[in-house]
């Protein structure tokens, strides 16, 4: 059974960081899988802010993030993590990570069929 379980959502004031912890079990990571970081705000269209394929290491990333955020994975360990710089109050929402097994996936959370439960991230002004 695949299972992914985020942490490290906090409070944080605006131009703090933060690093999202995602833990994954029931599934290999190779270069089949992407995993991605997705959040979600209520009332407004979940967006997809980086994705990693855990084999060959190429990451992307929404321009709304770019150059902010941070996405890597440890494979021995089946983690996956976010770093969060420069935070900004619109950066407020419930982060998940999900797994594809597309492994062109990209940002769009259509692509992803596992997801955890999120992690609240609120950044204050």
């Known amino acids: 059974e695949v299972q992914l379980v985020e942490s490290g959502g906090a409070l944080v004031q605006a131009g703090g960081s933060l690093r999202l912890s995602c833990a994954a079990s029931g599934f290999t990571f190779d270069d089949e899988k992407t995993i991605a970081w997705i959040r979600h705000l209520p009332g407004k269209a979940r967006e997809g802010v980086a994705c990693?394929?855990?084999?060959?290491?190429?990451?992307r990333y929404a321009d709304s993030v770019k150059g902010r955020f941070t996405i890597s994975s440890d494979n021995e360990k089946n983690m996956v993590y976010l770093q969060m710089n420069s935070l900004k109050p619109e950066d407020t929402a419930v982060y998940s990570c999900?797994?594809?097994?597309?492994?062109?996936?990209?940002?769009?959370?259509?692509?992803?069929?596992?997801w955890g439960q999120g992690t609240q991230v609120t950044v204050s002004s």
């Open positions: 999900a797994v594809s097994s597309d492994f062109e996936a990209g940002l769009a959370p259509h692509f992803y069929d596992n």
């Open positions: 990693i394929n855990v084999g060959n290491g190429i990451a």
